[in-house]
């Protein structure tokens, strides 16, 4: 596991995003299987991509899924695609038929699973029994969930399906969340995890075992980097 820290959350998405840009431009023929998380931590990202490295971005290249969908349509403000389209997709010349979303709207969300999996099953090679994304984005929440795995649902780290329903225990919210066997087999697995809100989980991630679902994806991932700002590493830094 790397860990970098960067002065600022806009340090951190500029550096994530010159990241991303660099893998991409490692292998200049491909097409790249990208998985993006939602949330409020990306949404900064996503606006600085569409604003600063609109033009340096090979677009054309990339395929974009969601890691997570909240079972909402995409007007609402809970949507994840909705966000990300807002901020970021509809800012820039990505091909439309690139963007693979996830119907948060769906009357049956456990229906909407399976073709999600089913989907993703045919576009992504397989590798190790699993689709291997080249890269999967994350985020973590305070309570230490990642994709829409909260603790109590380990059940899902070690799931046979790309992806399931899922409930947030704070407020009953359905979810769409691919598991954990995915996550963990992606090229790159790939935390942004900003704020001072958030120093806990980084540091149970750093220094603790598989005590919540972002701990046991940091722990587990073929491989896994983690970009931080200075106010999500205080506590692992008091530690060191
Ligand atoms: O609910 C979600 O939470 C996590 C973390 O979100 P944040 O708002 O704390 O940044 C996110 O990664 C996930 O995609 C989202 O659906």
């Keep these: 596991m790397k860990l970098s820290i960067y002065p600022s959350s806009a340090e951190a998405s500029r550096k994530l995003i010159l990241y991303i840009i660099n893998i991409l431009n490692e292998e200049p023929e491909k097409i790249f299987n990208i ?19 609109v033009n340096v971005t090979p ?3 990339m395929r974009i899924f969601w890691v997570d969908e909240r079972c909402v349509p995409p007007s609402d403000s809970d949507s994840n695609y909705g966000m990300t389209c807002s901020l970021l997709l509809r800012l820039v010349p990505i091909p439309y038929e690139n963007v693979f979303r996830i119907y948060g709207e769906m009357k049956s969300p456990n229906k ?3 073709r999600y999996s089913e989907l993703v099953e045919q576009l992504v090679p397989p590798k190790n029994g699993f689709p291997e994304f080249d890269i999967i ?3 973590a929440g305070v309570d230490g969930h990642t994709s829409s795995i909260f603790s109590g649902q380990e059940e899902f780290l070690t799931s046979e399906v790309a992806y399931v329903l899922t409930i947030n225990p ?12 995915v ?14 809100a958030k120093a806990e989980v980084v540091s149970e991630i750093c ?3 598989d005590v919540s679902p972002a701990a046991y994806v940091a722990h587990h991932a073929i491989n896994v980097e983690l970009f931080v700002d ?11």
């Design 183 to 196: 996550i963990i087999n992606a090229r790159w697995t790939i935390f942004l995890i900003t704020g001072r």
């Design 59 to 61: 677009w054309e290249r």
């Design 137 to 139: 984005l994350l985020g």
């Design 170 to 181: 704070i407020n009953g919210q359905k979810r769409i969340a691919m598991t954990g066997n």
């Design 230 to 240: 200075e106010l999500a590493a205080s506590n692992f830094r008091e530690i060191e």
């Design 35 to 53: 998985a993006l998380s939602g949330g409020q931590t990306p949404a900064l990202m996503f606006d600085i991509w569409a604003n600063e490295y």
């Design 112 to 114: 909407e699973a399976k």
């Design 207 to 209: 220094n603790s075992g």
